[in-house]
């Protein structure tokens, strides 16, 4: 698996405390955490496909605790079009 740095802007930091606060099951928040993973990947210059997407959700998934780690499976889901 590729390792992605991961890239905080004092805009990302709030967004992902903000993130954090609410239920993983909040569409809102779950393509806020897609939004995190396109702007990461764009700013660190990989290319931005559905594989790459997934790769740096899976990784930050693994990162997580908790809700977090159920916003990042859920965003996971959406991505992978298994939205049921």
Known sequence: ?????VIY????MRQEYEVGTD???NMEN???VIGHAV???MKSGKE???QEILAFLK?????????RKKLYGRAISVVAGDTD
């Open 1 to 5: 698996m590729t390792s992605f740095p």
């Open 9 to 12: 802007s004092s805009t990302s």
């Open 23 to 25: 239920r993983p099951d």
């Open 30 to 32: 779950v393509k806020s």
């Open 39 to 41: 702007s990461a990947l």
């Open 48 to 50: 931005v496909s559905v």
């Open 59 to 67: 990784q930050q998934e693994a990162r997580s605790a908790d809700g």
